[in-house]
């Protein structure tokens, strides 16, 4: 499989870009609580394309998405807080508009000064944007000389501001985020360098069942926890208690284990207990869970496996979903050792990748830092699909490399 290479912003001359009106869809999806923006990962990611722009004296416009406010205004879902965070840590003005469409919106652009930054409010405050809407495609490209896509994780979705209005332009092209998510995810779906291991978490697979088969056919080693894992487990014939596991992969998980389970590596002990408010119940249990407890978290053995193996002599590692329900202390251990033996393993040159989502705030609890990874996602299910094979709708509308050039 070979990826097209897509048109990125650098690709057209500086001197176009000076007074032209630059749509840029970004993904500021982040944590905000009592006003406040929480992990801003996903704000500092697009800093490059916003200021390469604004510096080429073009006037930037930004739309994003925040939560599921279900098609209609609700300040909970509000922008007006990113628009604070990111006026603080961008270089040039910005400007925020309560709406994202019609005449208060036209005005506010037509006042911006060349090398400005204006967010707009939550394209999802319109049911148009999910249902990717031709009426409102339209009037969001109306806004716009130059479409941009800088939002990666929400690239697997055929939305209005990632697909339909795309087809209203001339030049489609990718930021810089975006390029640098397709050329690791690229290298990992097509030919990785090896031994390639893979790392596969979190709550559920039968969302993700594609990409997995995909990954672990690519994989020369497949270490698995998470909820995950008992689906697994107990397709195997293994108790697991009261964990989760999800009946209707249980086939699948069951053939994976047939054709490819010499590569498949699971947990052998457990962090359980009653559920996860049950601090004073918590127990180690090596082999079967018994009934009335669930897994939360992997168990010290089987953390010590994942350490060697991580370790291994890896030159690709991919990272996807935590070990357990890190976001409590408690059962946080497997996925902070996870964490840090990944660091090492990159420090002593492997190329390590984080896909998005959940794994990137486990990082930030093992207090890794962005410099301690080759590369972190922005797009948890989007990196899935990616290097699963499947095809994103917010790439391929956009222009081809070799497309001719102004």
């Not at 697909?163 to 030919?191: N, P």
Request: a neutral charge.
């Amino acid at each position: 499989m070979v990826r097209t290479v897509k048109m990125t912003v650098s690709d057209l001359p500086d001197s176009y870009y000076s007074g032209k009106r630059i749509f840029i869809r970004v993904d500021f999806n982040v944590p905000i609580e009592n006003g406040i923006v929480g992990e801003d990962y996903r704000i500092r990611r697009a800093l490059n394309t916003i200021e390469y722009l604004s510096d080429r004296k073009a006037k930037v416009i930004l739309a994003s998405h925040l939560g599921r406010p279900k098609g209609k205004p609700d300040k909970k879902y509000s922008l007006k807080p990113v628009a604070n965070r990111l006026s603080e840590v961008v270089r040039v003005p910005v400007h925020f508009i309560d709406d994202c469409i019609g005449d208060k919106v036209v005005n506010a652009i037509k006042r911006m000064n060349d090398g400005e930054v204006l967010l707009l409010e939550n394209l999802r405050f319109y049911e148009g944007e999910e249902s990717c809407d031709e009426r409102f495609s339209s009037a969001l490209a109306s806004l716009a000389d130059i479409y941009v896509n800088d939002a990666f994780g929400t690239s697997h979705r055929k939305h209005a501001s990632t697909y339909g209005m795309g087809m209203h332009f001339k030049y489609k092209l990718s930021g810089f985020l975006v390029d640098q998510e397709l050329k690791y995810l690229t290298k990992i779906r097509d030919a990785p360098d090896r031994p390639f291991t893979v790392i596969v978490g979190g709550a559920k697979i039968k969302d993700k069942l594609t990409s997995l088969r995909h990954l672990i056919d690519r994989a020369d080693k497949v270490l698995i926890g998470g909820a995950v894992a008992y689906t697994f487990l107990a397709s195997k014939g293994v108790s697991v208690g009261d964990s989760m596991v999800e009946q209707e992969a249980m086939s699948w998980t069951a053939d994976v284990l047939s054709n490819q389970g010499h590569k498949i590596i699971l947990p052998t002990d457990h962090i359980v207990a009653i559920s996860d408010a049950d601090i004073e119940g918590i127990r180690l249990v090596s082999g079967q869970i018994p009934n009335g407890l669930k897994g939360f978290d992997i168990g010290r053995d089987t953390i010590k496996r994942y350490s060697r193996e991580i370790a291994n002599d890896n030159k690709t590692i991919f990272w996807s979903g935590p070990m357990g329900l890190f976001e409590k202390e408690q059962f946080s251990h497997g996925t902070i050792d996870v964490a840090k033996s990944l660091a090492l393993a990159y420090h002593r040159g492997a190329t390590t990748i984080i896909g998005g989502g959940d794994t990137v705030a486990a990082l930030r609890a093992a207090e890794i830092s962005e410099r301690e990874v080759s590369h972190i996602s922005t797009g948890g299910g989007a990196s899935l699909e990616y290097v699963g094979g499947e095809e994103l709708p917010g790439v391929e509308v956009l222009t081809d490399k070799n497309a001719k050039l102004v």
